[in-house]
C-alpha cells in the first residue's frame, strides 16, 4: 500500500458528516490533547508581543479538523477548551469553547479533499482553511463576548479578536506543515 | 508536572446537588442577565449575592481557589471595569449621557477628545463588575465541586446523544494519560539538552522549536486512537443505544434550584420587557453621595 492510498483509507473512507465510532475517539483525543497543551502553556506560557499569546494547542486542534473532519474539530475544540479552562480553574465559558469548537470545525470542512498529507500545494490549502477557522471562531467567541461580559464592539475586535487571531495564525502555519508531515509518515507506516 | 483534578468530595449542599441542575442554574442566570440585558443594579445586586453565596457554600478552600480568583479578579477590574469606567461603552447609550456631572477630565490642549469620567461611567463600571462576577463566580466552582466522572453521564442525561456523552466522558479518561505522555516526552527531549524554559530564536525559531513536544505526543495520540476504536467496534459500539453504569436523579433540592433559576430567568425577562425595569440608570443615593 503506497502512502496516498494508506491516508485515504485512514481518513477519508467515511463520509465528512459521519458521526460514529472514529469521531467519538478522535474527538475525545483531539479534545484531551487540546486541554493538556492549553493548560500546559498556562504554565509556561511563551514570550509574545503586546497581548498577544502563542497557543501551541490551536495548531493541534486544526490538524484534528483536517485529518478526522468537521464533527472531530468541533468535538475537540468545545471540549477541549472547556476541558482546559476547567483543570486551570477558570470556569466554564461557553462562548469561547464553542468559538474553539468552530475554529476546528471550518478547516474539517476539507477533509475529504486533503488525500496526500505531505504535498505542498494541500498543505497549503489546509493551512488557508485553518486560518479561516481561526477568524470564525475568534469572531464569534468575541463578538458573544459583548453580551456576555458587556464589552462593546472596538473592545471586541481590538482587546479580544485580534491578539488571538494573529497569535493562532502564526503557531498554525508554522506547527499544522510539521504536523500533516509527520502524520503522513505515521500513517504511512501503519498502513492503515 | 503532575495533572490534578481540582475536584476533592466534599460534604456540601453544592455538592449534593445534581451536576445537571447546576448546568440548568448557570444557564438561567447568564441568559437572565444577558438576554434582556439587566443593568438595573436592583436586580444585578441581588444576583451577585445569590452568587456569591454559591460559592461560599461550596467551601473551596482559599490555597485552591486564590491563583484562580486572582486571573478573574485582573480580567473583570482591570480589563472590563477600567474600560467600562474609561469609556462608557459596552452597555447602553444612556451610560455616555451628556449631562452626567464629571468627576475627572483630561483633554488634549485645544481640542474636545481626552478622557472624561462621569457618574454615570463611574456607576456602570461597578454595575459591570458585578453582572460578570455573577456569571463568573458560579463557573469557578465546577471544576472544585463537579466530579469528572459524572460529565459524561450527566451530559447523556441532559439528553446528549451517546456520542457526544461518551466524547465527553473519554476525553476526559484521556485528559491525565495524554498528560503523563507529554511529562515523558518532555523529560526525554530534556535529556537530549532541549530546554524549553530557555528557547532562543525569534518567535518563528520558538514555537517551531516546540515542535519535539507536540509532535511525538500527537502522533502517539492517534495511533491509540485506533486501537480505541477496534476495542469499541469489537463491542459493537454505535450500532444500538447504549447503557449507562452511572445513573442521575433529582432530588427534591434539584427541583427547587431548578425552579429558582427559571423563575430567574422569567422575572428578568418579564421585569424588562413587560414593565420596562432593568435598564441602566444612576440611583440619586450614588449621585448625591459621589457629587456631594
Known amino acids: 500500500m503506497n502512502d496516498r492510498s494508506a491516508m485515504n483509507s485512514a481518513m477519508n473512507d467515511n463520509s465528512t458528516w459521519e458521526f460514529g465510532t472514529r469521531q467519538v475517539v478522535y474527538g475525545a483525543i483531539g479534545a484531551a490533547l487540546y486541554g493538556v497543551f492549553s493548560w500546559a502553556t498556562n ?12 497557543r501551541p494547542a490551536v495548531a493541534v486542534l486544526i490538524f484534528f479538523g483536517v485529518a478526522y473532519g468537521p464533527i472531530v474539530g468541533l468535538l475537540a475544540g468545545l471540549i477541549g477548551n472547556t476541558l482546559g479552562d476547567l483543570i ?19 478547516p474539517g470542512l476539507i477533509m475529504a479533499s486533503i488525500t496526500d498529507f505531505k504535498d505542498r500545494s494541500q498543505i497549503i490549502k489546509a493551512v488557508g482553511w485553518g486560518t479561516l477557522g481561526i477568524v470564525v471562531g475568534m469572531l464569534f467567541a468575541s463578538l458573544t463576548e459583548m453580551f456576555t461580559g458587556g464589552i462593546d464592539l472596538s473592545t471586541a475586535l481590538v482587546g479580544y479578536f485580534t491578539p488571538a487571531v494573529i497569535g493562532n495564525i502564526v503557531v498554525t502555519a508554522i506547527l499544522l506543515p510539521i504536523l500533516m508531515i509527520a502524520f503522513a509518515g505515521v500513517a504511512a507506516r501503519r498502513g492503515r | 508536572m503532575l495533572v490534578t483534578w481540582k475536584y476533592r468530595p466534599r460534604n456540601t449542599f453544592i455538592q449534593r446537588l445534581d451536576p445537571r441542575t447546576r448546568f440548568i442554574f448557570l444557564a438561567c442566570i447568564i441568559f437572565a442577565l444577558t438576554i434582556p440585558e439587566i443593568w438595573d443594579y436592583r436586580i444585578l445586586v441581588p444576583l451577585f449575592l445569590l452568587s ?10 482559599w490555597k485552591d481557589i486564590r491563583w484562580p480568583l486572582f486571573f478573574v479578579s485582573i480580567l473583570v477590574f482591570f480589563i472590563i471595569g477600567l474600560n ?19 468627576l475627572f477630565q483630561a483633554l488634549i490642549p485645544g481640542t474636545t477628545w481626552g478622557l472624561t469620567v462621569t457618574v454615570s461611567k463611574l456607576w456602570f463600571a461597578m454595575n459591570q463588575v458585578l453582572r460578570i462576577l455573577s456569571m463568573a463566580l458560579p463557573a469557578i466552582l465546577i471544576p472544585y465541586t463537579m466530579d469528572p466522572n459524572i460529565y459524561g453521564t450527566a451530559f447523556k442525561q441532559l439528553r446528549a446523544s451517546d456520542q457526544v ?38 518567535l518563528i525559531a520558538k514555537i517551531s522549536k516546540l515542535a519535539p513536544l507536540i509532535i511525538p505526543v500527537t502522533m502517539q495520540s492517534t ?24 445513573k442521575l436523579k433529582y432530588a427534591p433540592r434539584d427541583y427547587l434550584i431548578i425552579g429558582l433559576g427559571v423563575a430567574i430567568f422569567i ?17 440619586d443615593f450614588f449621585l448625591n453621595a459621589v457629587t456631594g
Not at chain 2, 456569591?52 to 478552600?61: G, N, P, V, W
Not at chain 2, 503523563?180 to 532562543?200: G, V
Open chain 2, 267 to 283: 422575572t428578568c425577562c418579564v421585569l424588562k420587557w413587560g414593565f420596562g425595569i432593568g435598564g441602566f440608570f444612576v440611583p
Open chain 2, 165 to 202: 456523552a461518551f466524547t465527553m466522558d473519554l476525553a476526559f479518561r484521556f485528559f491525565p494519560t495524554f498528560t503523563r505522555d507529554l511529562t515523558i516526552t518532555m523529560d526525554a527531549q530534556r535529556a537530549r539538552r532541549y530546554e524549553m524554559d530557555k528557547l532562543k530564536g525569534g
Open chain 2, 52 to 61: 456569591l453565596t454559591q460559592f461560599l457554600m461550596a467551601r473551596i478552600e
Open chain 1, 88 to 106: 486551570s480553574g477558570f470556569g466554564f465559558y461557553w462562548n469561547w469553547s464553542l468559538g474553539s469548537g468552530l475554529m476546528g470545525m471550518v
Open chain 1, 43 to 54: 504554565f509556561f506560557p511563551l514570550p509574545a508581543a503586546g497581548n498577544i499569546t502563542f
Open chain 2, 223 to 246: 495511533v491509540t486512537g485506533e486501537e480505541v476504536i477496534d476495542a469499541m467496534d469489537l463491542r459493537a459500539f454505535g450500532t444500538a443505544p447504549r447503557t449507562w453504569l452511572k
Open chain 2, 84 to 102: 467600562g469606567l474609561l469609556s462608557g461603552r459596552g452597555g447602553p447609550s444612556t451610560v455616555n449621557d451628556p449631562n452626567s456631572p464629571i
